[in-house]
């Protein structure tokens, strides 16, 4: 398989370039900037710049490396999508046309778009399945929201094999990029290099989230899964839905000594009341025998290992 990821440089990139790499695929790696610094080329690999707000260059790219299927990452997050909504809606609503449109004209046979629990409302039934009303609250959300009914579209009207999860927040070693589920590696990250984190939500705050590897070992399952399997186009995974105060002993004990203190950010603590407490992913396990590997613990196990000797390597 030849694949093409936009947004490669981002937190869910990186990681599924690497994945892909290990399954076989030729992986033609996009981002804004080309190549991140720091990350090393890899037999199987190559990276490009691309802008995906800019139609022509999107359309030229995928026409000249004819994907068998597209990964498309690139997005603006929830946090930052506030601070920037116009330029949130360019990359996240323009963006997804343009790839959207491009491997329409290159024949491309399928699309996965990464999507997030965002596209949900408040105040819903708990845990919250897919058939319900979505009423998004931010940018990012509305985007995401309009994203997902764009590509079922595409698929309902040109054939194309679009496919797309609904994201709990993803924790892993690689700094994220402006989401308001941030807190969660910062307490991690933050507690090996200083001692402490002071948190930016409430302790009581609970919201689904996942540890990166099961997220793209997901990403690839679906991508890879036989249409006659699934039911849907656009499914829900789950993992765990621990409070910030669960966060916080987690860490603490892997971390003994480490202080997380609460002091709320009203704005980022709006987004996230209004994000569901937990997911139902049962049609995604039924479909095509999705199931998590990690939960709180076992992950704060395995991140903490990682992000000591990434710090102590930094130095």
């Known amino acids: ?15 599924l370039a690497s994945v ?3 399954h076989g695929d030729v992986v033609v790696a996009t981002d804004l900037h080309g ?3 720091g990350i090393s080329e890899a037999a199987g690999l190559s990276w490009s710049e691309l802008d995906v707000c800019d139609s022509e260059a999107t359309k030229r790219k995928i026409a000249e490396v004819s994907p068998d299927r597209v990964f498309h990452l690139a997005a603006i997050l929830s946090a930052r999508g506030e601070a920037e909504p116009k330029l949130t809606y360019e990359v996240n609503q323009s963006g997804l046309y343009h790839t959207l449109e491009a491997c329409r004209v290159a024949k491309v046979g399928q699309l996965f778009l990464a999507s997030t629990i965002a596209v949900y409302g408040p105040n819903l039934k708990t845990p919250v399945p897919e058939n319900v009303e979505l009423c998004p609250t931010t940018m990012y959300g509305v985007t995401k929201a309009s994203g997902e009914m764009l590509g079922q579209y595409y698929r309902l009207r040109y054939g194309l094999d679009f ?6 927040g993803l924790i892993s070693p690689v700094v994220p990029g402006g989401g308001s589920s941030d807190y969660a590696l910062y307490m991690y990250l933050d507690s090996i290099k200083h001692g402490h984190y002071c948190c930016y ?3 009581e705050t609970r919201i689904p989230f996942m540890y990166m590897p099961d997220a793209v070992r997901a990403i690839v399952e679906f991508a890879s899964a036989k249409s006659s399997l699934l039911s849907r186009s656009v499914y829900n995974i789950a993992a765990f839905s621990p ?18 203190t609460f002091d709320v950010d009203e704005q980022r603590q709006s987004i996230l009341d209004s994000w ?3 997911l ?11 199931k998590p590997e990690f939960d709180l613990d076992t992950m704060s196990s395995d991140l903490v290992a990682m992000l000591r000797t990434r710090v102590a390597t930094s130095k």
Do not use: F, N, Y
């Not at 987690?250 to 000594?257: C, D, F, H, R, Y």
């Open 163 to 168: 496919r797309s999860i609904r994201l709990p």
């Open 243 to 260: 409070t910030a105060r669960e966060i916080a002993e987690s860490v603490k004990t892997e971390i003994p000594g480490a202080s997380i």
């Open 201 to 203: 939500c409430r302790p």
């Open 276 to 278: 569901p407490r937990e």
């Open 20 to 22: 892909l790499l290990q």
């Open 1 to 15: 398989m030849k694949s093409l990821i936009t947004g490669a440089a981002g937190q869910v990139g990186q990681d």
């Open 35 to 37: 190549k991140p610094s």
């Open 280 to 290: 139902d992913d049962s049609a995604a396990r039924a479909d095509w025998g999705w």
